[in-house]
Nanobody, 121 residues
Framework: QVQLVESGGDLVQPGGSLRLSCAAS????????MGWYRQAPGKERESVAR???????NYGDSVKGRFTVSRDNAKKTVYLQMNSLKAEDTAVYYC???????????????WGQGTLVTVSS
């Protein structure tokens, strides 16, 4: 069984920074893509940042230049460094893994349970 566990969500003031982490558990051989999505109240879930196994990345337009995604393949962990946070960044942030090869099976996609980020003064 593969699971993703996020941490780091918190209340932060506008202009502040926060770092999210997401660790994959289970006997995992490889993960093609790891990334972050978010869902604000009343809105659809949107892609925030993704990082591929070769280290290439893509970002949502609203976070470019402010957020940085990285991953540690040995630890099966993905990070999201969020700087210059705005009120509109307030959302539940979900970790996602695509193309997960575990000892028992291949997973097209796995989701974490979500972590709340609130940006408010």
């Amino acid at each position: 069984q593969v699971q993703l566990v996020e941490s780091g969500g918190d209340l932060v003031q506008p202009g502040g920074s926060l770092r999210l982490s997401c660790a994959a558990s289970g006997i995992i051989f490889s993960i093609d893509v790891m990334g972050w999505y978010r869902q604000a109240p009343g809105k659809e879930r949107e892609s925030v940042a993704r990082i591929f196994s070769d280290g290439s990345t893509n970002y949502g337009d609203s976070v470019k230049g402010r957020f940085t995604v990285s991953r540690d393949n040995a630890k099966k962990t993905v990070y999201l460094q969020m700087n210059s946070l705005k009120a509109e960044d307030t959302a539940v942030y979900y970790c996602n893994a695509e193309g997960v090869r575990s000892i028992s099976r291949w997973y097209a996609g796995v989701w974490g349970q979500g972590t709340l980020v609130t940006v408010s003064s």
